[in-house]
């Protein structure tokens, strides 16, 4: 049986970094990358926005909206503060980028995060539609529905998916709009051959910042998923180093 995603809580040090997955995504997508930060003495969140890893792709569609995400988000800082966490760093994936962002846009405490393959810009050409659906197929196949049942689904999805993704656009274009208002340092990570979004979006958005406030890298040769893809290693390696400077160690 397959195990559903749960939400990632990993605690070490006093500095505490949260992770936010991708659209159709779950903390999966951030494992990799939290035990590399707990390994180095990092306390790590990394929740699951709602709708998501139900086992049914519908969910995300019918629970989830940016603004609940954005809800989501919020809590999830709420909760480290509860807990005695005061210095917070957050990063994004994809979707999950669009609230880190507007996260250090809102909360001014926050120490710094950023983008990994986000399209806080939204430009060029998108596979997001295309793959949500192909996903949803493979999790409907996975659960043995096939045929007239799964393309009964699948319409479904279809008929909804649109304004919800258009929906995540305006909630990227409002943060977009305000980003020389975020004045913690910022990282950003691209993959120069990312075939969901258009490989230019973080060279978009880091050139909507000062050129003091970022720290950008390509990673050449890698596709949309930087936290589990070719480029992991890298990704981690340049996290920790921007993270090093921006807490205040202990």
């Known amino acids: 049986m397959i195990r559903k995603p749960v939400p990632l809580f990993f605690e070490q040090g006093p500095h505490a970094v949260i992770l936010l997955h991708a659209y159709s995504g779950s903390s999966n997508d951030m494992r990799l990358l939290a035990r590399k930060l707990q390994s180095e003495q990092y306390t790590v969140l990394a929740p699951i926005f709602t709708g998501h890893a139900t086992g049914d792709p519908a969910d995300i569609l019918r629970d989830g909206s940016p603004q609940q995400w954005w809800q989501d988000t919020r809590d999830a800082i709420a909760f480290l503060r509860e807990r005695g966490y005061q210095q917070i760093a957050i990063f994004g994936l994809s979707l999950g980028g669009l609230f880190a962002t507007r996260a250090l846009l809102e909360d001014p405490q ?125 990704l981690e390696a340049d996290i920790l180093a921007f993270l090093h400077p921006i807490f205040e160690k202990q």
Not at 161 to 172: D, W
């Open 110 to 234: 926050l120490v710094g995060g950023g983008t990994i393959a986000s399209p806080v810009i939204f430009r060029g050409q998108t596979r997001v539609p295309t793959a949500f659906i192909e996903m949803a197929r493979a999790t409907y196949r996975a659960q043995n529905i096939v045929g007239a049942a799964q393309d009964h689904k699948v319409a479904w999805l279809q008929d909804h998916l649109t304004a919800q993704l258009t929906a995540i656009q305006a909630f990227a274009d409002t943060t977009a709009t305000h980003l020389r208002d975020i004045h913690q340092p910022v990282f950003i990570a691209q993959g120069d051959a990312d075939q969901m979004i258009d490989p230019r979006s973080g060279q978009w958005l880091a050139a909507a910042y000062p050129a003091g406030q970022i720290d950008y890298h390509n990673y050449a040769g890698a596709g949309h998923v930087l936290t589990v893809n070719s480029a992991h290693h890298a």
